[in-house]
């Protein structure tokens, strides 16, 4: 082990670079399916984002109306007389 490198991570990343210049356009394919399904769980992540801000967003505005609700129709504090 030299530098904080095992052994094997060193022949993989090898192989790995060997494997890449060998086939440049079998990587270049790689890169770009990995780079399209990162795109892809953006978009999901910021879809799913976008839904729970709206539901978070109507949840506020229904207990903003219910507060005020409770204070029109029970102006002494919210006591049942």
Do not use: C, M
């Not at 079998?26 to 999901?44: D, F, H």
């Amino acid at each position: 082990r030299e530098k904080g490198i095992y052994p094997q991570e060193l022949e993989l990343w090898r192989e790995t670079a060997t494997h890449s210049l060998e086939n440049p356009e079998e990587a270049s394919q790689k890169v770009q399916r990995v780079t399209q399904a990162t795109r892809r769980r953006v978009k999901e992540l910021e879809r799913d984002l976008r839904r729970k801000e709206k539901a978070l967003a109507e949840t506020t505005a229904l207990l903003v109306l219910q507060k005020k609700l409770d204070a029109i129709f029970h102006p002494d504090g919210g006591e049942d007389t």
